[in-house]
C-alpha cells in the first residue's frame, strides 16, 4: 500500500497568513493526487486534482504543486472560510490512501 | 447540477447487515467510475471500495473484502454497498464520490454498529 505522509497534523494561523500542508508518498504516485478541504459536520470538497489543477469554482488562492512522492498546498493568504481539515489522496494505486489530515485552526 | 444522495444509515446490531445507496443526479451516471469513503467520528477518511462504469470491475479495501460488495444499476443511477457481519469498528459515516477523482461527494449518511 501507499503511504500519504501529511504535515503537519495541525496549524495554528492568522488571518492573511501564508499556509503550506505537505504530502509525501511512499512511492511515486506521478501526479495522481487531489487535495480535499472539510468542514465539521460537511462532505470533502475537492480543492486541486492532478497535484497542481484548480477546481473549478475554488478560489485562486489556494494552489497545488509537487511530482512524484512530494506534494504541497498552498493557502497564499488565509480567509476565515478556510478554517478547516485538508486532506491529500492518491489515487494512482489500490487502495487509495489519505493522508492524516491537517487542521488549520485559528490563531 | 451533481447530487450525490445517501441513504440507508442507521442504528444496527454487531453482526448485522445494512444496504447503503447512492442516488446520482445531475450527470450521466453509466460514464464515470464511482467510489464510498467512510469517516469514523473524530476520524480521517478512509477509501472502501470502488466500481468501473459498467460494473465489470470493483476493487476494495483489504480490511474489508468478503464483508463489503459494492455495486450499481445505471438504469436507475444509483449505487450500493452492501455490509455484512458489521462490527463496532464499521460505525462511520459514509460517503459515496464521483470518479477516478472523487470530484463530486455526497453528504454522507451515517451507520451506527451498537447494541
Not at chain 1, 23 to 29: E, F, N, P, V, Y
Not at chain 2, 53 to 72: C, T
Not at chain 2, 104 to 114: A, E, H, I, K
Request: glycine content about 10%; some cysteine; hydrophobic content about 30%.
Amino acid at each position: 500500500d501507499i503511504q500519504m505522509t501529511q504535515s503537519p497534523s495541525s496549524l495554528s494561523a492568522s488571518v492573511g497568513d501564508r499556509v503550506t500542508i505537505t504530502c509525501r508518498a511512499s512511492q511515486g504516485i506521478r501526479n495522481d493526487l487531489g487535495w480535499y478541504q472539510q468542514k465539521p459536520g460537511k462532505a470533502p470538497k475537492r480543492l486541486i486534482y492532478a497535484a497542481s489543477s484548480l477546481q473549478s469554482g475554488v478560489p485562486s488562492r489556494f494552489s497545488g504543486s509537487g511530482s512524484g512522492t512530494e506534494f504541497t498546498l498552498t493557502i497564499s493568504s488565509l480567509q476565515p472560510d478556510d478554517f478547516a481539515t485538508y486532506y491529500c489522496l492518491q489515487h494512482n494505486s489500490y487502495p487509495r490512501t489519505f493522508g492524516q489530515g491537517t487542521k488549520v485552526e485559528i490563531k | 447540477e451533481v447530487q450525490l444522495v445517501e441513504s440507508g444509515g442507521g442504528l444496527v446490531q454487531p453482526g448485522g447487515s445494512l444496504r447503503l445507496s447512492c442516488a446520482a443526479s445531475g450527470f450521466t451516471f453509466s460514464t464515470y467510475w464511482m467510489s464510498w469513503v467512510r469517516q469514523a467520528p473524530g476520524k480521517g477518511l478512509e477509501w472502501v471500495a470502488n466500481i468501473k462504469q459498467d460494473g465489470s470491475e470493483k476493487n476494495y479495501v483489504d480490511s474489508l473484502k468478503g464483508r463489503f460488495s459494492i455495486s450499481r444499476d445505471n438504469a436507475k443511477n444509483s449505487l450500493y454497498l452492501q455490509m455484512n457481519s458489521l462490527t463496532a469498528e464499521d460505525t462511520a459515516v459514509y460517503y459515496c464520490a464521483r470518479s477516478w477523482g472523487f470530484d463530486y461527494w455526497g453528504q454522507g449518511t451515517l451507520v451506527t454498529v451498537s447494541s
